[in-house]
């Protein structure tokens, strides 16, 4: 599984941005996509997932009513809306992918940076 992300830059507080994230290979078994983030100095965290099937969705408390995460099954592609961004939300996103079976496993894109500055 190949995850291609896309989007990040710069955006003032208060903006808004979108990040994409499109899979492609052996895809038929992911159960979920997501987005997780890492600051400078912290460990990466989960922002957003969604099942690829159920489409059930889990977020941060800290994005929640503020982020949303959709999916574009044709695509295989999953979105990351961001908005009312804050200074905190300064971090560099990756892009998850995880499998069950026939083992555990996650698949990382490469992280795209969010800059939230004035």
């Known amino acids: 599984v190949q995850l291609q992300a896309s989007g990040g830059g710069l955006v003032q507080p208060g903006g808004s941005m979108r990040l994409s994230c499109a899979a492609s290979?052996?895809?038929?078994?992911?159960?979920?996509m997501g987005w997780y983030r890492q600051a400078p100095g912290k460990q990466r965290e989960l922002v957003a997932s969604?099942?690829?099937?159920?489409?059930?969705?889990n977020y941060a408390d800290s994005v929640r009513g503020r982020f949303t995460i959709s999916r574009d099954n044709v695509k295989s592609t999953v979105y990351l809306q961001l908005n009312g961004l804050k200074p905190e939300d300064t971090a560099v996103y990756y892009c998850?992918?995880?499998?069950?079976?026939?083992?555990?496993?996650?698949?990382w894109g490469l992280g795209t940076l969010v800059t939230v500055s004035s």
């Open positions: 998850n992918a995880r499998r069950i079976f026939p083992s555990p496993y996650d698949y």
């Open positions: 969604m099942t690829t099937r159920g489409g059930s969705t």
């Open positions: 290979g052996s895809i038929f078994n992911i159960n979920t």
